[in-house]
Nanobody, 123 residues
Framework: VQLQASGGGLVQAGGSLRLSCAAS????????MVWFRQAPGKEREFVAG????????YYADSVKGRYTISRDYAKNTVYLRTNSLKTEETAVYYC?????????????????WGQGTLVTVSS
């Protein structure tokens, strides 16, 4: 699985962005897809995930109610809609995948990573 993340940019606090992660390979339909983010000087943290079947989603507490993860099997793409962005959410956002159904929240559980897309939230 190869992943290509896009959609980052500069946005004002309170604004929104939609991040995309395009996947190649036939195993997309059976792969759990997640988003992590990493701010300067901080560890990579889990943001949101969607199971291989698309039946389950899971969010970090800090983004619940503001972020939405979804996937389009026809386009082999996962999306992350980020609303009401905060300045402290400035980070590089990475998509990741693993060939299984279940969502885990630690980076070491994922074998495939996109290159990251930078989200900058200004005050």
């Amino acid at each position: 699985v190869q992943l290509q993340a896009s959609g980052g940019g500069l946005v004002q606090a309170g604004g929104s962005l939609r991040l995309s992660c395009a996947a190649s390979g036939r195993t997309f339909i059976t792969s759990v897809m997640v988003w992590f983010r990493q701010a300067p000087g901080k560890e990579r943290e889990f943001v949101a995930g969607i199971s291989g079947s698309g039946k389950s989603t899971y969010y970090a507490d800090s983004v619940k109610g503001r972020y939405t993860i979804s996937r389009d099997y026809a386009k082999n793409t996962v999306y992350l809609r980020t609303n009401s962005l905060k300045t402290e959410e400035t980070a590089v956002y990475y998509c990741a995948a693993a060939r299984r159904e279940s969502i885990y929240t630690t980076p070491r559980e994922y074998d495939y990573w996109g290159q990251g897309t930078l989200v900058t939230v200004s005050s």
